[in-house]
């Protein structure tokens, strides 16, 4: 595309090389102009070792609200590429990548790159820089790989969550630099390795979710912020979220925390350490029963020898609280001797 010019709302393809080493056929490059609303479809190759299809926004150009999707290759053959680099903007576009299809934002320069969301099962390469996802206030689902490693730079690659939607990771991770939610909700659903790759995730405000792994010390507010927001947010009930590092609250840090009388269960928190400067939990039960007296449910769990470093400051070590039908006493020296628990009282 020349410059100053739009691809409007045009339906593009890029088809792979024919050769090995040769650049893909039809590639679309915007070098100063709009992706505007445009679908670019960037098709993996079918035989192996050949380059995938090739959209290329870099210089002063944006992606607009365009639609840029990376489809996989087969029989060897790589996946489609978008690049977004040098100063171009991501401006609102939605990603999507699958199989070995990819978005490479490493030969970018800082402060990194905005799109408006991203999905699928393929893979971004950040290099050196930060990808802010969620401009376009959509909810999606990625089940990919975020890694540091990139085209043309590598170096320690980090996430930001912006936007009013959800993003869900789904699976594990490998980049560096961390991760920091700005607004709306991540929501890590992964089973193995970590959602959010080996760094630190802050909450500033927005909302941290899941039922999976986290493997970087986790930080609920910032001291001064609105709200940051720990929710389990399991549909399906009770939920447990996995922090192998510490978890520290600020003072606008909550956890919402949800219980289920009927099955005598409640979410739970694991955490290798835990620090409180403040922060509130909210607590509700989604079940109706009354339980016996002594039933303990626990709401965090410390798996790091020291106990938990201060408290709620709406739930003081000892107090009673009525949940639902029940009245529990909280005890932060609870389970092993450093875990905070519910314990329901006669």
Not at 62 to 70: D, Q, S, V, W
Not at 139 to 154: C, K, M, P, R, W
Not at 157 to 168: A, R, Y
Request: charged share 10%.
């Amino acid at each position: 595309m020349g410059e100053s010019s739009t691809a409007g709302t045009a339906t593009l393809v890029t088809n792979p090389a024919l050769a090995a080493g040769l650049t893909p056929r039809g590639t679309v490059w915007f070098p100063s102009a709009s992706a505007d609303n445009c679908t670019i479809t960037n098709n993996g190759a079918t035989q192996s070792h050949l380059r995938g299809g090739l959209t290329l926004i870099e210089g002063e150009s944006t992606a607009g609200n365009a639609t840029l999707i990376a489809n996989g290759g087969l029989n060897g053959g790589l996946g489609g590429e978008i690049r977004i680099n040098i100063r171009a903007s991501g401006g609102t576009c939605t990603i999507k990548v699958f199989g070995n299809g990819f978005l490479d934002i490493s030969a970018h320069e800082d402060p990194g790159v905005t799109v408006g969301s991203l999905e699928g099962d393929g893979k971004v390469s950040l290099g050196p820089n930060n990808l802010n996802v969620g401009s376009n206030h959509r909810s999606t689902v990625f089940s990919g790989v975020i890694e540091d490693q990139g085209g043309a730079l590598n170096g320690h690659g980090s996430l930001t969550k912006i936007g009013s939607g959800t993003l869900t990771l789904s699976r594990p991770s490998t980049y560096t630099a961390g991760t920091t939610v700005k607004s709306g909700t991540l929501l890590v659903k992964n089973t193995s390795g970590s959602a959010t790759g080996s760094g630190a995730v802050q909450v500033a405000t927005g909302t941290l979710a899941g039922n999976g792994i986290i493997s970087g010390p986790v930080s609920l507010g910032t001291g001064t912020g609105r709200r940051a927001l720990l929710s389990l947010q399991n549909r399906n009930g009770i939920g447990v979220l996995s922090i192998q590092s510490e978890l520290s609250f600020n003072a606008d840090g909550i956890y919402d925390c949800k219980v289920d009388s009927d099955t005598a269960a409640a979410d739970q928190v694991i955490a290798n350490g835990v620090t409180m400067a403040g922060g509130t939990i909210s607590i509700s039960d989604h079940g109706s029963a009354l339980l016996s007296p002594g039933t303990v449910l626990t709401i965090i769990n410390n798996t790091a020898a020291p106990t938990i470093n201060g408290t709620f400051a709406n739930l003081p070590d000892g107090a009673t609280l009525v949940i639902g039908q029940n009245t529990f006493q909280a005890n932060y020296e609870g389970g092993d001797g450093n875990d905070l628990t519910l314990t329901v009282m006669p």
